[in-house]
């Protein structure tokens, strides 16, 4: 089955303490992305990883890192994470054409407090 | 910069009304466009994409939508909608490079049984 997966589903940690989201997906996709949910502001990316090795900044990146060194994997970062990383984030993969729709995984609600 | 709008952040309907969602964007050139539905607790899936052709595009659970270019509009509708439909809507974009994705801020639609 076609999936992305994402780990942990549910975080609460305090300020400072470094985390990692992973993100994995099972269909060979070049591209994957990272992104925030929060109310009223719908989903606005993080990061995105166009190949292996080959990563770039969304509209949002202050605070995060990610990395690329597998094709499937696309971990998320918060080296320092402060309560504005407060959110609902998702991950995402697709080919890498434009009018591919992207796979989005179950996301991962994190509370920083 | 690409930006979408979504007319309505909250709808309500009763059962078996009609519903039409606007959505907006901004760039001038050739954009493939997409909605997705958020049903509660759940992740973001594809109701219906456009890319090229007949710009009126029919999707899953009898979901369509009208590609107007003139109007940079890509309106979603359904003759009659049903509680299941309740969830959250995001129209977004794909324009320029790769497979970035511009969301709008997402409509939450509530339909009374």
């Known amino acids: 089955e076609a999936q992305v997966t994402q780990n942990p589903r549910y975080l609460i940690t305090v300020t400072g303490k470094k985390l990692t989201v992973t993100c994995s997906q099972n269909?060979?996709?070049?591209?994957m992305s990272w992104y925030r949910q929060d109310p009223g502001l719908g989903l606005r990316q993080i990061y995105y990883?166009?190949?292996?090795?080959?990563?770039d900044k969304g509209d949002v990146p202050e605070g995060y890192k990610v990395s690329r060194k597998e094709k499937r994997n696309f971990p998320l970062i918060l080296e320092s994470p402060s309560p504005n990383q407060t959110s609902l984030y998702f991950c995402?993969?697709?080919?890498?054409?434009?009018?591919?729709?992207?796979?989005f995984g179950d996301g991962t609600r994190l509370s920083i407090l | 910069a690409q930006s979408v709008s979504q007319h309505n952040h909250h709808v309500i309907l009763s059962e078996a009304a009609s519903l039409e969602l606007g959505c907006n964007y901004s760039?001038?050139?050739?954009?493939?466009l997409f909605w997705y539905v958020q049903y509660p607790g759940q992740h973001l899936q594809l109701l219906l994409k456009?890319?090229?052709?007949?710009?009126l595009v029919k999707g899953i659970k009898g979901f369509e939508a009208e590609f107007i270019k003139s109007k940079f509009s890509f309106n979603l509708r359904k003759p009659s909608v049903q509680w299941s439909d309740t969830a959250e809507y995001f129209c977004?974009?794909?324009?320029?490079?790769?497979?970035?994705?511009?969301f709008g801020a997402g409509t939450i639609l509530r339909v009374k049984s």
């Open positions: 995402a993969s697709s080919g890498r054409v434009g009018n591919q729709p992207q796979h």
């Open positions: 269909m060979n996709h070049e591209y």
């Open positions: 990883s166009m190949n292996v090795e080959v990563t």
């Open positions: 760039y001038g050139g050739t954009v493939n």
């Open positions: 456009y890319f090229s052709g007949d710009p």
């Open positions: 977004a974009v794909n324009a320029g490079y790769g497979n970035k994705l511009v």
